[in-house]
């Protein structure tokens, strides 16, 4: 094959399934065998169970060969982040808190998929509970990139991103609460889509957020990408924030032809503090857009500034609330040396959670505590209807919007140790979060240094379809994601 099976898109591998050349089990261990080779060095995995993967891919050779196979996912191995339930497998959040968990029942995602045929293949790294940039604040090990191991795959489902461009799977998945798939999607050169908030359900997801957190797909192409989001989406019934819309056939609306699309640049998204490099890239991007005809407006989302303030009010807030659960008394760590109820408290989240996971609990639960709430959690509230307005108003004007991803191409390990300089790598994806609505990360190129860039296209609630048909073009116009790392 002309190129590596561990390389090949879920389009192809699912093409060789279906026509009998390559069987679930040969991918599936070849899959393993690749993990086995490089993950040493890339660290993307907390941890894989190679014979319950093989049994799955069995399961699924038998399915096809009775006739019964179920798609385009039938006998696809899936890696998984560590926030997302998978019934029999370990379930850590990347934290000493949950690191002898194992997760009793399966998501809604998880379900779908093995309704879909896929093998569920591992547990993915990520940053502790999912606060972070960089997928350095894990308690069990920093996932590098694969472009470049002394640098960050990106946060925090850096070991979602990493595994997919180093061939460790063949689509993941993430969750994004300010930009947790995205932006470890561009800086690892691969697709990252972040739904509309509601589109797929969270239950079985770990929450950190709740009103910010939403579960995608990683994958190679926009097309398998499209694939990914047709199994997960739809209404779910145990997730109260879920919302009942008709959902259209993604990967078949990549097809139609419906450029050219009114696109708007927003102006707030390409000043200081922009790589030079990652702004040539992406107005490369915009100009090839122009170029097909589509029409290029400039648009202004003027609350952008607030942005960072705004997100780190009430992600924190919500993470105060949602980490309360985690006490050494329910599950989860437990301190063996404390005396009484109250000292177990106190011994057991000092001990079961991280430093960034500690500052980001003692400043929600500040900006949440009498005499500040309406200072802070209110104020920011009330801000962020204002962010979702601005992109409202300008979609009166435009289909969808380019921006960066991420403001650099990866940094060193280490670089920002600063907390502030690590939130501000969030500058361009929170908004998208604060708003609830879809974004995803395309490749568009690479810097001097040869690390991936992303093009960031945010679209309207609710219309994936048109978004991916946007990126979708543009994709197959240049050979970025045809690219990988020499590991």
């Known amino acids: 094959m002309s190129v590596e099976l561990h390389y090949q898109t879920l389009v192809e591998l699912a093409t060789l399934l279906d026509t009998g050349r390559l069987s679930s089990v040969e991918l599936t261990a070849a899959i393993i065998a690749r993990t086995k080779a490089v993950d040493a060095r890339v660290r993307a995995f907390n941890s894989f169970d190679e014979a319950d993967a093989l049994a799955q891919a069995a399961a699924s050779d038998a399915r096809r060969a009775a006739g019964q ?27 000493k808190m949950l690191a002898n968990f194992v997760s009793p029942y399966d998501a809604t995602v998880t379900t779908r998929l093995k309704n879909a045929g896929a093998v569920c293949w591992g547990r993915l790294n990520l940053d502790e509970f999912a606060m972070g940039s960089s997928t350095e604040n894990s308690a069990f090990q920093p996932t590098r990139n694969p472009w470049d191991l002394t640098r960050v795959p990106g946060g925090s489902s850096g070991g979602s991103a990493a595994a997919l461009a180093a061939g460790e799977a063949v689509v993941t998945l993430g969750s994004d609460t300010g930009g947790s ?23 079985g997801l770990i929450a950190f957020a709740s ?13 398998d990408a499209a694939i990914l989001l047709g199994a997960l989406a739809g209404h779910d019934e145990r997730d109260s924030t879920s919302v009942k819309v008709e959902l259209p056939d993604y990967r078949a609306g990549l097809g139609r032809r419906q450029a050219p699309w009114r696109l708007g640049i927003p102006k707030e998204y390409f000043g200081a503090g922009l790589d030079p490099e990652v702004a040539a890239a992406v107005e490369k991007a915009i100009a090839y857009y122009r170029g097909m005809g589509c029409e290029i407006k400039e648009v202004s989302l003027p609350h952008t500034e607030y942005g960072v303030g705004v997100y780190y009010i009430i992600a924190t807030a919500e993470c105060s609330s949602n980490l309360a659960r985690y006490d050494g008394i329910r599950y989860g760590h437990r301190a063996q040396d404390a005396h ?25 639960t500040y900006v949440l505590s009498s005499g500040y709430y309406d200072a802070y959690y209110l104020r920011a509230q009330k801000v962020r209807t204002l962010i979702r307005q601005d992109f409202l108003n300008a979609y009166q004007e435009v289909d969808a919007l380019l921006t960066p991803t991420s403001p650099t191409p990866a940094f060193k390990a280490g670089e920002k140790a600063d907390p502030l300089a690590m939130y501000l790598c969030d500058v361009y994806t929170i908004g998208v979060n604060l708003a ?12 001097s240094g040869g690390l991936p860039i992303g093009l960031q ?21 240049h050979d970025w994601h045809q690219k990988h790392p020499s590991l």
């Open 69 to 95: 196979g179920r798609g385009p996912l039938e006998g696809i191995p899936v890696g998984f982040k560590d926030v997302i339930s998978v019934a029999g497998q370990p379930l850590t959040a990347s934290s």
């Open 181 to 203: 798939i995205r932006q470890p999607a561009a800086l690892c050169g691969v697709v990252g889509l972040k739904p509309t908030y509601g589109l797929v359900s969270r239950y």
């Open 211 to 223: 009103s910010l957190d939403q579960i995608g797909p990683f994958a190679r192409t926009v097309e």
């Open 340 to 364: 009484d109820a109250v000292d177990i408290y106190f011994k057991s989240r000092a001990e079961g959670f991280g430093a960034e996971v500690k500052r980001r609990i003692i400043l929600g």
């Open 436 to 447: 609830g609505l879809p974004a995803l990360s395309v490749p568009c190129g690479f810097s």
């Open 457 to 477: 296209l945010i679209g309207q609630p609710f219309r994936e379809a048109q978004l991916l048909a946007i990126a979708h073009a543009y994709e197959q116009a």
